[in-house]
């Protein structure tokens, strides 16, 4: 499977802005993006124009990066939200929000969605009760997330809940810490996503 494998901080600067996918060092001054806020390349420091459709295009990509989805999961992801009641882009970033890793993530069990991910994949979390290992899967409300008794010590998961003060719970998720359980008390609606996302260009994109 295709899969970024570059420096992930040049997705940062080529958005020029924080993406948060380099955990606790986003919030350090070794973050990339407070020292050169330019985007990478050559002629990253010189004007940039855009057309309609390249500040489309740029908004699709920062969504897409953000929740580290590759270009057909997205496209589907789209699909999927445009079938749904309400409008297509809020229905877009609620889907994404309650993909697995991301929720395993927003509840401070990880410092980013690709170490969310890597976690699920090696099946350290269970989904009410059960094993699960695909990130993709959209939890429900009412459903609880917790870390498997065999891994409650694996060293990554330890360190993102020492740190959980750091960072905000959402008010849809609520977090056990001492017990290394969480719950989804509802469905994420759009005030509780705070990133700065124009989600109608997405949606404008794809309808061309």
């Known amino acids: 499977m295709a899969r970024y494998s570059d420096a992930v901080c040049r997705l940062c600067r080529r958005e020029s802005m924080k993406l948060f996918l380099k955990g606790d060092r986003c919030f350090s001054p070794k973050c990339s993006i407070d020292r050169r806020t330019y985007p990478p390349g050559q002629h990253g420091q010189g004007r940039a124009r855009f057309s309609d459709f390249g500040v489309q295009l740029r908004e699709k990509q920062k969504v897409k990066r953000m929740y580290g989805l590759l270009e057909k999961q997205f496209a589907r992801t789209m699909k999927r939200a445009a079938r749904m009641k309400g409008r297509a882009g809020e229905n877009l970033l609620i889907l994404l929000e309650r993909r697995l890793d991301n929720v395993v993530y927003r509840m401070g069990f990880a410092t980013s969605r690709a170490e969310a991910r890597q976690l699920v994949k090696h099946g350290h979390f269970l989904v009410n009760g059960r094993k699960a290992t695909i990130p993709s899967i959209t939890v429900r409300a ?31 998720l609520e977090v056990d810490k001492e017990d290394f359980t969480g719950s989804v008390k509802a469905l994420p609606e759009r005030e509780d996503i705070t990133m700065p996302i124009q989600e109608q260009l997405i949606v404008e994109l794809y309808s061309r």
């Open 142 to 172: 009412g459903a609880k997330v917790s870390v498997r008794e065999k891994s409650r010590t694996v060293t990554r998961i330890a360190g993102a809940l020492d740190a959980l003060e750091s960072r905000s719970i959402p008010q849809w």
